[in-house]
């Protein structure tokens, strides 16, 4: 098959050269415009070579001259191909005219017409042995030399006949040589093409990833797209993509951007400059794309791949598919954030209505104690008020029985700290870092902490301590909101406490401290509708008005205030003391029957002869109620006792009567 595709092409060939204007008529119009030009000239040597070692090849085993033959560049000087039969000891390292003289070459490029030079017209001794005939080579249609065979013969072998028999041969070459540049020129346009076509499947390709990058709105799902994508157009890469931002994905291939690692450097120096990085070592081509939004860079993706794999065109498509991923990253990460904002918004309002739907103290804390530990997904809450009269910070709300009723000094752990610094906190582990003893972390074995001052106007007035046992488990975002929580939580309790201390106003006599009439009555009211029994006692201070003429008003202020303060240590919690009026006191005590009360009055009436100065005396009236009694209300209890008072006085006081 070689030697019939040989035989053709001489065939061919010839045929061309009787008629050399039939190739171009074969041509294609388009390639019949290409042209060698003069500025071609010195770029074509190689073209020349090529054309002139097919034709070689192609002529072999054929009669031919039988001296060494060339072809010769324009400028003369450059042999770009040689021929020399075995039988010629003919061997020219150059056919330049300043190292042979003049030859049937130069003149033939002199005069553009094939040329016939004898032995004896050769100046250098090593030509006079031959004549030398050469032929130029003429473009196709501009006519001026690009080239010329040359070949030397035995001296006075040279005919005319072989002077035609080159000029043969050199439209042969030429026809080897244009077929060498219309393969390259079409080489280069099928390559051209193919880039082209390359290039618009990579747009088509990125048009499509950038598409589905948009429709993504889920930080997670750009992510997927994004190393999916790499992994179809490049099945040999190995991709992965290291992010800044606190977010945890379930891909393996999404890492931390951790710089101290020692294969991280090119990476590192992506993400700061934000400027794509390329290394080659080692046959691995390494590229490192700074994942770039409008607010800064979020990461990097880093491909690795063999290093013949990537080229401009590969690097190029890769920096717009990052700069895509970037802003499609920067738009998802923005809507999840506008999404928690939402939410925290909608949380926040609903817990600051919770919050100040009750005014109660307690409530209030234990509430808050139970939404923070389900907000913040966390194992442990304490929550402390800070006690301005103790100095002291106490533990008003916890789910750690160990810290119920605890006080804290304000210098103690992160309640200090918090103290002097007025800062939130935030401590990934506690047992790999503990810059102060806590016995909330001590005491539950945890390791995260979140934590935050309750601040009003400026002052600390409690603390709010969340842990969890796991490490690194709160994240800054965590942090940012329970800041803001921590203030309307530090609003509504020092509302509560506002209203609680209101409330004690006014239920409570400011001089002596115990209750009103008025709450006394109320809670009788209520015990009567859920106890079996009760009793009261009322309290006369004798000769009041006397005490005041003698030692004055505040003298007698301070009697009411010695004899309060007896009746209060006189008394079990749930008994209940009030200023009746005047001078008059009154205590209610729940479940006591007849003879347990007289022994709390005869009591409450010895302390006071005797530790009361100036010293007095206190009469007491005693009454009771039981669930069989046909009457029970609150007036007829007092009722009751206010006759057994007013027996009392009439008996010469300082005495008891039971009503």
């Known amino acids: 098959m070689v030697l019939k595709r040989k035989m053709q092409q001489h065939h061919e060939t010839q045929d061309n050269t009787e008629n050399p204007s039939r190739t171009r008529r074969q041509l294609p119009h388009w390639l019949q415009k290409q042209e060698l030009t003069e500025a071609d000239l010195p770029y074509i040597h190689d073209l020349l070579a090529s054309g002139f070692a097919e034709w070689l090849e192609e002529v072999e085993g054929f009669p031919w001259l039988g001296g060494p033959m060339a072809l010769l560049h324009p400028d003369g000087t450059n042999v770009v191909a040689n021929r020399v039969p075995e039988e010629s000891e003919a061997d020219l390292p150059s056919w330049s005219e300043e190292a042979i003289g003049p030859t049937a070459a130069s003149r033939a490029l002199d005069t553009c017409r094939p040329t016939l030079m004898r032995a004896e017209e050769h100046r250098v001794a090593k030509l006079k042995e031959y004549d030398s005939i050469a032929v130029p080579i003429f473009t196709r249609t501009t006519g001026f030399p690009c080239a010329v065979v040359a070949c030397l013969l035995p001296a006075g072998a040279a005919q005319a006949g072989d002077l035609k028999l080159l000029q043969a041969a050199a439209l042969h070459i030429r026809s080897c040589i244009y077929r060498d540049f219309e393969n390259l020129f079409v080489g280069g346009l099928l390559r051209e093409r193919k880039l ?106 880093r491909l690795v791949m063999p290093e013949s794999q990537f080229d401009e065109a590969d690097i190029s498509f890769l920096t717009m598919l990052a700069g895509a991923a970037g802003a499609a990253f920067e738009k998802a990460k923005l809507h999840e954030q506008a999404n928690v904002l939402v939410g925290e918004l909608r949380l926040i309002n609903e817990l600051t209505h919770r919050l100040n739907s009750s005014l109660k103290l307690s409530e209030t804390m234990q509430f808050a104690s139970a939404e923070l530990m389900a907000i913040f997904k966390s194992d442990f809450c304490c929550i402390l008020q800070f006690d301005k009269a103790l100095q002291q910070f106490m533990v008003m709300s916890s789910n750690v029985a160990e810290m119920i009723g605890d006080a804290y000094s304000k210098e103690y752990g992160f309640c200090g700290v918090m103290w002097s610094t007025k800062e939130p906190i935030i401590l990934s582990d506690y047992c790999s870092a503990t810059p102060v003893a806590s016995k909330l972390m001590d005491v539950t074995l945890s390791r995260s902490l979140l934590a935050s001052p309750l601040l009003l106007n400026g002052e600390v007035i409690g603390a709010v301590m969340i842990a969890k046992r796991e490490p690194n488990h709160f994240s800054y975002d965590n942090y940012k909101l329970l800041q803001v929580l921590s203030a309307h939580l530090g609003l509504a309790i020092s509302n509560a406490t506002l209203h609680a201390e209101v409330r004690r106003m006014v239920i409570t006599d400011n001089l002596t401290g115990l209750y009103a009439r008025h709450y006394l009555n109320e809670r009788i009211g209520r015990k009567q509708l859920r106890d079996s029994s009760g009793s009261l006692i009322v309290v006369d201070i004798d000769h009041f008005k006397k005490i005041n003429d003698t030692y004055g008003h505040q003298v007698g202020d301070d009697i009411l205030i010695q004899v309060s303060q007896i009746i209060r240590t006189s008394i079990r919690d749930s008994d209940i003391a009030a200023r009746w009026g005047g001078e008059e006191l009154a205590i209610y005590l729940p479940l006591l029957s007849l003879e347990q009360t007289e022994r709390v009055a005869e009591r409450i009436r010895q302390r006071v002869e005797t530790e009361t100065n100036p010293q007095v005396t206190v009469s007491c009236g005693i009454s009771e109620w039981r669930l069989q009694d046909d009457k029970i209300s609150v007036e007829a209890l007092f009722y009751k006792a206010d006759m057994a008072l007013y027996e009392a006085k009439h008996h010469g006081r300082n005495c008891i009567v039971v009503g």
């Open 196 to 301: 082209s076509k390359k290039e618009e499947a990579r747009r088509n390709i990125l048009f499509g990833v950038m598409r589905r990058l948009n429709d993504h709105i889920d930080v997670e799902n750009v992510l997927s797209e994004v190393l999916d994508s790499l992994e179809q157009l490049y099945p040999i890469c190995k991709a992965d993509l290291f992010l800044s931002q606190d977010y945890t994905s379930p891909n393996e291939k999404v890492r931390p951007l951790a710089f101290h690692l020692n294969d991280m450097d090119l990476c590192k120096a992506a993400f700061l400059d934000g400027k794509i990085r390329e290394e080659l070592s080692a046959g691995r081509h390494r590229i490192a794309l700074p994942l770039s939004g409008k607010q800064g860079v979020y990461g990097v993706l």
